[in-house]
């Protein structure tokens, strides 16, 4: 995990968007809603695969990435953070992640590659709370986290605005995401498997 590093700069980065949601009368879950509501238009544009879809969806899906944060800081600023809150949190990032990597997946026409994809990303957050079911604690292992996700998403997204032919294999730029999260995220939940194997 790369970018989950730099979590305690962007917290402090937060503090006008966390004013924003809270003028508007916002609550923590409110804000999760919307950021998930981000993600299914993400989806719905990297579905269409023309180059100003990418770009929009490149931008919703690094909101979706930034709200996630925001629901966060806003839930510890007005003291109301929760279980619940928390629950519902990982629920939508779950069915986010879903969503936007189906949305590239129609995009490219690229369904087997694609059900590998969002596997591997499910079984890697799956393993992490297993993991703590069976008393271990929370594991957060791996080469990519949900932040490195996203950017990377993003990028994508703009690169396949400009360059959408193959490049190795046959895959194009999208392509070669999709492979990489199949890979890296079947390989982080067998790492973590074997980790939490070891420990118990």
């Known amino acids: 995990m790369t970018l989950d590093r730099f979590r305690s700069v962007a917290d402090r980065l937060l503090g006008p968007w966390v004013a924003a949601a809270a003028r508007l009368g916002l609550s923590p879950d409110q804000v999760s809603v919307i950021a998930f509501g ?3 238009l993400a989806a719905g544009a990297f579905a269409v695969a023309d180059p100003a879809f990418y770009v929009l969806g490149s931008l919703l899906v690094l909101l979706n990435g930034w709200l996630d944060l925001v629901d966060g800081a806003l ?3 007005q003291a109301v953070a929760s279980d619940g809150g928390d629950l519902l949190d990982h ?3 779950r069915y ?3 969503a936007v990597i189906a949305g590239f997946t129609a995009g490219i026409d690229a369904y087997a590659l694609g059900f590998l994809a969002v596997t591997g990303v499910l079984m890697t957050s799956y393993m992490g709370t297993q993991i703590q079911a069976v008393g271990i604690g929370r594991e957060y292992g791996g080469l990519l986290g949900r932040a490195d996700r996203l950017a990377l998403m ?5 690169v396949a605005a400009a360059y959408s032919d193959p490049i190795v294999a046959g895959l194009n730029v999208v392509g070669l995401l999709l492979a990489l999260f199949a890979a890296v995220g079947h390989l982080t939940a067998l790492q973590r498997f074997l980790g939490a194997w070891g420990d118990l």
């Open 96 to 98: 986010a992640d879903i």
């Open 75 to 77: 839930a510890r600023e």
């Open 91 to 93: 629920v939508l990032d």
């Open 38 to 40: 981000a993600a299914l």
């Open 154 to 158: 993003g990028i994508v997204g703009v």
